[in-house]
């Protein structure tokens, strides 16, 4: 235990290091697309020359047609793809430079929630929740501390013991939000998080969302949905067929 | 650390539990290829065993001439003795020979009236030689043929085992053979579908691992429950071949005691079980091992 914290330690100074940056160092970016594109195999590119600077506490909205590449812009954050030209920066370290032994660290630091919930069904909320902890080696009374805080502050603190079909669509997702803040991340990553929910929990979920940002966390909100985007009311990019054609920093949703 | 190991046991066992009839499938072609591997070496020991005591009842008789006299045949020993070659050399006399004869046809009227006829003691005298090594007999044959006593000599008496060895020797290393060649059809046989198994496994836990991955575990502790899930059915794989080969043994022990020096199969393997049981359990844990780490680095992207 103690030498995973200790190798904890020397990631995070290790992606910090001063030789992987690059050029404009403005501490307040977290998150810097830098001629970013992304194709696969004998497809049209997915992505194409993005430019993108999202700042440390920054609300964000990306929104465009199912097919314009916001998922994948999302998935190049969390580095499930890697960028075909380009790189990624996170706190102006590329993102190609941590190796595939660092990358769960990187992870960590990154919150995801998507359309399709992915909890586990055979596990209860408690579990659901504990399971990302358990993953990461941390010990059981920190999890049996840490878990139910979380819970409470999403409003399930009475629902731990449920399993997830016994909860409605917006419970449901509340569960994935406790899932993505158990390590206390830097960037919440949304992708079309009210995808599946009625409007009453969508609007819901955009005001928990604003709340954790307002907390200071970093929120990356993927969407098509008109109302969520217009709730949210924060910066607004609009992605059409992998390039960025709108950046509004006092968003309203629509197509430019 | 050890938490993470304790936590992807308490995820093995339960793997292994939950997938029943795919855990049975996989444990029972490894219990085949492991009880080959027993048995083949088992028979292998017991083979050994077997030409020891037949190696150790060769000898050579020389025989003297009737008129020899005993000095001149104990001077004949004395110098035999002196090679490093030879283990032992026994002195039997006329009358010990015929003790012996009589002894060992005791039930033979007809020997015994025709020899009651003859009056006189019939046999020679000789020396029985034992060598260390039986392939230093016929070293010694050629020593004896050319020796200073030579003459004295009436008759060598070697070859009479030599051919039994010879053929023991080879069908044991055919034995051996066959089982080697067994032992590792079943082995690639058993990697194939421990193979499967957990590929089956983690295709069913592929949410899961995509949940592991997307909340940042680290690659170990997605990894580790597959590999104890591997040695889970390698032991539990060598217990139960272990367990078969012990009640075949103790089956077929009826029929084939004589075999052994101690003349009870079964306890001969009990002597050795530890040995083969760790074999087994080396083995089993290896194949277990080896098929889950190469099922994952083919299914699992991390």
């Known amino acids: 235990m103690k030498k995973e914290r200790k190798i904890k330690i020397e990631e995070t100074e290790d992606m910090n290091e001063e030789k992987y940056s690059r050029e404009s160092k403005d501490p307040s970016v977290l998150i810097r697309f830098d001629h970013v594109s992304k194709f696969f195999k004998d497809d049209k590119d997915v992505l194409s020359d993005i430019n993108l600077e999202i700042k440390r506490g920054e609300f964000i909205s990306i929104v465009g047609h199912s097919g314009a590449g916001k998922s994948t812009l999302l998935k190049l954050i969390y580095a499930e793809e890697m960028p075909t030209v380009g790189s990624v920066y996170f706190d102006e370290v590329s993102l190609d430079m ?53 819970l409470d502050i999403v409003g399930l603190g009475d629902k731990m013991e ?8 917006g419970e449901q997702q509340k569960v994935v939000l406790a899932r993505a803040l158990i390590h206390k991340p830097l960037v ?62 006092k968003g309203k949703y629509k197509m430019c | 650390m050890f938490l993470i190991i304790g936590r992807a046991l308490k995820e093995s066992f339960i793997n292994f539990w939950r997938n029943g009839w795919l855990s049975v499938a996989a444990v029972s072609v ?171 496994t983690i295709y069913t836990h592929k949410q899961e691992i995509e949940v592991m991955r997307l909340v940042g575990s680290s690659n170990m502790f997605i990894r580790l429950p597959f590999i104890f899930e591997g040695i889970i059915y390698g032991v539990v794989a060598s217990l139960v071949a272990s367990i078969i080969l012990m009640i075949a043994i103790k089956f077929i022990n009826v029929y084939a005691s004589s075999v052994v020096s101690s003349g009870n199969l079964f306890a001969f393997y009990l002597d050795n079980a530890l040995y083969i049981l760790g074999l087994q359990i080396a083995i089993g844990a290896f194949l277990g091992i080896a098929s889950s780490w190469i099922a994952m680095r083919k299914y699992l992207k991390i």
């Open chain 1, 98 to 150: 941590i190796s595939r032994r660092k990358m769960p660290y990187h992870r960590r630091r990154i919150g995801t929630i998507f359309q399709d919930f992915k909890l586990l069904p055979k596990k209860t909320v408690f579990e659901n929740v504990a399971y990302a902890m358990e993953a990461c080696g941390a010990p059981k009374n920190e999890i049996l501390e840490d878990v139910p805080q979380i």
């Open chain 1, 162 to 169: 449920k399993f997830p079909h016994e909860l409605s669509g």
């Open chain 2, 30 to 200: 490894l219990v085949l290829s492991l009880f080959v591997v027993g048995a083949v070496f088992m028979l292998g020991m017991v083979a050994d065993n077997v030409l020891k005591n037949v190696e150790n009842k060769v000898n050579i008789s020389v025989y003297f001439k009737s008129d020899v006299a005993e000095e001149k045949i104990q001077a004949s020993k004395k110098d035999l003795e002196g090679f490093k070659e030879i283990s032992s050399v026994e002195y039997i006399s006329k009358d010990k020979a015929l003790e012996i004869f009589k002894r060992d046809n005791a039930d033979e009227q007809v020997i015994m009236e025709s020899l009651e006829e003859i009056g006189e003691n019939p046999l020679l005298a000789s020396l029985v030689i034992k060598a260390n090594n039986p392939s230093q007999y016929q070293v010694i044959v050629d020593y004896v043929n050319n020796a200073s006593f030579k003459d004295d000599v009436s008759r060598v008496n070697y070859g009479k085992n030599k051919d039994l060895i010879n053929r023991l020797n080879s069908i044991i290393l055919q034995i051996k053979k066959i089982g080697l060649v067994l032992a590792g059809i079943f082995g690639a046989v058993s990697i194939l579908i421990i193979f499967n198994t957990i590929r089956i």
């Open chain 1, 188 to 249: 919440i990553a949304a992708d079309e998080p009210t995808g599946n929910l009625d409007p009453v929990s969508s609007i819901e979920m955009v005001k928990l969302l604003l709340e954790i940002n307002k907390l200071g966390t970093t929120v990356i909100l993927a969407s098509h949905d008109r109302e969520v985007v217009n709730k949210a009311a924060k910066r607004v990019i609009v992605l059409d067929h992998g390039k960025i054609i709108c950046d509004d920093a």
